[in-house]
Structures are given as structure tokens and as C-alpha cells.
């Protein structure tokens, strides 16, 4: 069975840095491309950025490019999201997701950010 | 970037059919693949893929859920609608980046 866990969410101020993890298993990690996408309270759901299956490319929306970075460890089948100059309009729900022809296949079930001072 | 535009809501009996739209800005097609996906949420859980690539049915969806479009174009029908479908729908576009409609509830009449 195919499980994504997050972690690594909380309350943190503005400014503030915060780094999530997303512990993968039941597929063979390293074979696939892998995705954040968030979720703003109330909202709607918010691709975040993508890492190819050996890291080598990773893309970003606008609005995180230079603050996030999206990384992975093949050898411990964990993905990452590094977030730095976090802003309030970052609070968010965050899944890591694993894309299968284009639509993600599978989601974890969220880890909450909120940046608030 | 490519806008997906959804209705905000559609109210239907259940047993009755269900159509939800989603419209781009552009096309999501490429060559044979149309490189929309649509997903399913219901509050406090994560989303869940229901078609993918327009018209596969994902693993283990219901044979009530289908999806139909190509260009810009894109639907979702459910067939007859149950109790459980009701959610949030979204639909999401590959073609260039990622990005999500802003989803349909899905309500009772």
C-alpha cells in the first residue's frame, strides 16, 4: 500500500524558516517524480513545486521561487520542502503528492503551516 | 499560466446525473493526450484522484465516474450521483506546470 506521512508543520513567525519532510513507501520512491501542493484555509488547492526522480529538476510556482526548495533523499525515500522567508500568505495545509500520468496518484494526508506573529 | 475556470457550485437530486465543467485558458492538449485531471475532496481530508488524462478512470473509482473533453474543454460526470459523492471537485491541468480550477461543490437539491 502506497503511503505518503508529512511532517515538519507548525506556527512559526514571519520571516521564519521551516523545513517538511514526506516519508514515502509502498512504491519504489526513487522512480517517480514527486510534488508539493498546498491548500490555504477555506481555499483551494495550490500546486507549491515538483522534483524530477533524481532531483536533478525541480520547478517552483512564482511566488515561492527564491524562498523554497524542494528536495529528496532516494536512499531514505523521503522528499523535503526547505521554506525560508515564510509569509503569512504561506499558511497552508501542505501535501506531498506523487504525479502518475500527469495527475497525482497519491497525496499524504497534510501537515499544517501557519505563519503568524 | 494556464486558468482552469469551474463553476462554484452545482446543486443535484441524487440518482441524477451531475456535470461539472472546467474550461482553460488555452489548450491542455498535447498530440492525443489531454492533460487534464480531476480530483475529488471532502472536508478534512486530502484530495483524490478520480480521471486522469481527461477520461482514465483512476484505480479503484467507481464506473459512475467519467470524463470527457479535449482543447480547453473538460467534463466530469457522475452517474448517478450517491450520498458519498458529495464533495468538492477540482479539476487540474499538466500541459504547462500545474495549476488547479478553484472547484465545484458538489450540493443536494
Known amino acids: 500500500e502506497v503511503q505518503l506521512v508529512e511532517s515538519g508543520g507548525g506556527l512559526v513567525q514571519p520571516g521564519r524558516s521551516l523545513k517538511l519532510s514526506c516519508a514515502a513507501s509502498g512504491f519504489t520512491f526513487s522512480n517517480y517524480d514527486m510534488a508539493w501542493v498546498r491548500q490555504a484555509p477555506t481555499k483551494g488547492l495550490e500546486w507549491v513545486a515538483s522534483i524530477s526522480t533524481g532531483g536533478g529538476n525541480t520547478y517552483y510556482r512564482d511566488s515561492v521561487k527564491g524562498r523554497f526548495t524542494i528536495s529528496r533523499d532516494n536512499a531514505k525515500s523521503t522528499l523535503y520542502l526547505q521554506m525560508d522567508s515564510l509569509r503569512s500568505e504561506d499558511t497552508a495545509t501542505y501535501y506531498c503528492?506523487?504525479?502518475?500520468?500527469?495527475?497525482?496518484?497519491?497525496w499524504g494526508q497534510g501537515t499544517l503551516v501557519t505563519v503568524s506573529s | 499560466d494556464i486558468v482552469l475556470t469551474q463553476s462554484p457550485a452545482l446543486a443535484v437530486s441524487l440518482g441524477q446525473r451531475a456535470t461539472i465543467s472546467c474550461r482553460a485558458s488555452?489548450?491542455?492538449?498535447?498530440?492525443?493526450?489531454?492533460?487534464m485531471h480531476w480530483y475529488q475532496q471532502k472536508p478534512g481530508q486530502q484530495p483524490k484522484l478520480l480521471i486522469y488524462?481527461?477520461?482514465n478512470l483512476a484505480s479503484g473509482i467507481p464506473a459512475r465516474f467519467s470524463g470527457s473533453g479535449s482543447g480547453t474543454d473538460f467534463t466530469l460526470t457522475i452517474n448517478p450521483v450517491q450520498a458519498d459523492d458529495i464533495a468538492t471537485y477540482y479539476c487540474?491541468?499538466?500541459?504547462?506546470?500545474?495549476?488547479f480550477g478553484a472547484g465545484t461543490k458538489l450540493e443536494l437539491k
Open positions: 488555452q489548450s491542455v492538449s498535447i498530440s492525443r493526450y489531454n492533460l
Open positions: 503528492a506523487s504525479p502518475h500520468y500527469g495527475g497525482f496518484a497519491y
Open positions: 488524462r481527461a477520461s
Open positions: 487540474q491541468q499538466s500541459r504547462e506546470s500545474n495549476t
